[in-house]
């Protein structure tokens, strides 16, 4: 997915590491105080003037750390929006081998297993979902995992593993930022439970809203997809 998307969650894995970095040195050098027998007074002075220039320059460093990545990221989604996967691919691959740090890390690997779908090597997108499988993701990471896992099951005929996820993400697939953000992905998913379910004509009719309503030229892949396969449904 785009970075853009996922600035939110990059931006609060930012602050709460800001905060763990300021309260280290708060404890190391209440250490060096107690080691040095410096007095309160003049420690408290100097404490404070050093804090805030340490907090200051890790915020400024992760800021433009991150922000230079999300600009790379955002180059190479271009990629996938003219259909080009392989280039997408070796783009975000070179970005997850450059990154420091276990969130940026997980963002490459998810918007790696949208190019691999894109190429239609489901398998290899779910070997890279499964391998953040007991990673912490959160709001919008742990929405587009479960979106990515769920489409990449069902597009390589594992349905009842995609059948039990779609059921168990029901609750994240009708969260505000799913809805806002991955609405017409989700609608995908929609069409394929009903298929899968024998509802045929409801299946068509959610298609149908589908179509009209989302213009994404990638979605329109998955709702030709889902339109011949359930012509061949009905036949």
């Known amino acids: 997915m785009d970075v853009a998307e996922l600035r939110e969650e990059i931006n ?11 309260v280290a040195m708060g404890l190391a050098l209440l250490v060096v105080q107690q080691a040095l027998h410096i007095p309160e007074e003049i420690f408290m002075r100097y404490y404070w003037i050093f804090a805030v220039a340490v907090v200051a320059a890790a915020v400024l460093f992760n800021h433009f750390y991150h922000r230079h990545f999300q600009k790379k990221m955002k180059t190479a989604a271009l990629f996938l929006q003219q259909g080009k996967p392989r280039e997408y691919i070796q783009a975000v691959e070179e970005l997850r081998q450059k990154a420091k ?10 918007n790696l297993s949208a190019g691999y779908c894109d190429l239609k090597e489901y398998k290899k997108a779910i070997e890279l979902l499964k391998s953040l499988e007991n990673a912490r993701l959160y709001h919008a990471f742990k929405l587009v995992y479960h979106i990515n896992l769920c489409v990449c099951y069902f597009y390589d005929g594992q349905t009842e593993k995609a059948m039990a996820l779609y059921q168990r993400s029901q609750k994240l697939f009708a969260s505000p930022l799913s809805v806002k953000l991955y609405g017409g992905n989700v609608a995908v998913l929609d069409v394929f439970a009903l ?19 989302w213009s994404d030229s990638r979605l ?6 889902l339109e011949e396969k ?6």
Do not use: C, P, W
């Not at 940026?104 to 998810?110: P, R």
């Not at 298929?195 to 309503?213: M, N, S, V, Y």
């Open 12 to 22: 609060m894995k930012r602050i709460l590491k800001v905060i763990g970095i300021g």
């Open 101 to 110: 740090g276990r969130h940026l890390q997980n963002l490459f690997t998810l």
């Open 195 to 213: 298929i899968e379910q024998g509802e045929f004509d409801q299946a068509k009719e959610l298609l149908a809203t589908a179509r009209e309503k």
């Open 220 to 225: 329109q892949a998955d709702f030709e997809y």
């Open 230 to 235: 359930l012509s061949d449904e009905s036949n």
